[in-house]
Nanobody, 123 residues
Framework: QVQLVESGGGLVQAGGSLRLSCAAS????????MGWYRQAPGKQRDLVAA???????NYADSVKGRFTISRDNAKNTVYLQMNSLKPEDTAVYYC?????????????????WGQGTQVTVSS
């Protein structure tokens, strides 16, 4: 089992910044991709940004130039620096990771979600 724990959400005024963190723990053999998704009330959960083991990144068009995803492989932690926040960024932000876990000498793929952290941007 691989667990993800997020932190860093909160209330901020439009134009402000927040930094989200997500730490993975458990029987981790390797992590391929780590990413952030968000879900606003009444809407589907959408990808915000992802970072891959080789360092490549992918961003939603709506956050390009404002958000930056980064990763500390030694700590199995992913960060999302969010600048120039807008009210439409308000949502619950979820961390996601996929890779390989192990148990009793065998290896298995895993995909895990965090519990979510609320980000609210006031106008």
């Amino acid at each position: 089992q691989v667990q993800l724990v997020e932190s860093g959400g909160g209330l901020v005024q439009a134009g402000g910044s927040l930094r989200l963190s997500c730490a993975a723990s458990g029987n981790i053999f390797s992590i391929n991709a780590m990413g952030w998704y968000r879900q606003a009330p009444g809407k589907q959960r959408d990808l915000v940004a992802a970072i891959f083991s080789g360092g490549g990144t992918n961003y939603a068009d709506s956050v390009k130039g404002r958000f930056t995803i980064s990763r500390d492989n030694a700590k199995n932690t992913v960060y999302l620096q969010m600048n120039s926040l807008k009210p439409e960024d308000t949502a619950v932000y979820y961390c996601n990771a996929d890779g390989v876990t192990y148990s009793s000498g065998s290896y298995y793929p895993f995909g895990s979600w965090g519990q979510g952290t609320q980000v609210t941007v006031s106008s």
